[in-house]
Nanobody
Framework: QVQLVESGGGLVQAGGSLRLSCAAS????????MGWYRQAPGKQRELVAS???????QYADSVKGRFTISRDNTKNTVYLQMNSLKSEDTANYYC???????????????WGQGTQVTVSS
């Protein structure tokens, strides 16, 4: 089995910064795409940023230039550096990893438990 543990959320003033981490452990052969999603109350979950195994990046327009996604394959960890935070960034943030448990298997999606980010204006 695979477990994901998120950390780094909290309360921050507008203009501040936070760094989220999501570490995977367990039966892992390879991690393909890694991504961060968020969901605010009353809204649908949306993609914030993603990074492929070969380093291709994708960002939501609302976070471009402010957020940076990165990965450390030696630690099976994905990060989200969030700068210049705005009140509209307030949400529960989830990581999603596409993980192959053994060679030749299909990748399964695994979600983190979520970490709350609250930005006060």
């Amino acid at each position: 089995q695979v477990q994901l543990v998120e950390s780094g959320g909290g309360l921050v003033q507008a203009g501040g910064s936070l760094r989220l981490s999501c570490a995977a452990s367990g039966r892992i052969f390879r991690i393909n795409n890694m991504g961060w999603y968020r969901q605010a109350p009353g809204k649908q979950r949306e993609l914030v940023a993603s990074i492929t195994s070969d380093g291709r990046l994708q960002y939501a327009d609302s976070v471009k230039g402010r957020f940076t996604i990165s990965r450390d394959n030696t630690k099976n960890t994905v990060y989200l550096q969030m700068n210049s935070l705005k009140s509209e960034d307030t949400a529960n943030y989830y990581c999603k990893l596409d993980i192959q448990s053994v060679w030749g298997s299909y990748a399964n999606e695994y979600w983190g438990q979520g970490t709350q980010v609250t930005v006060s204006s």
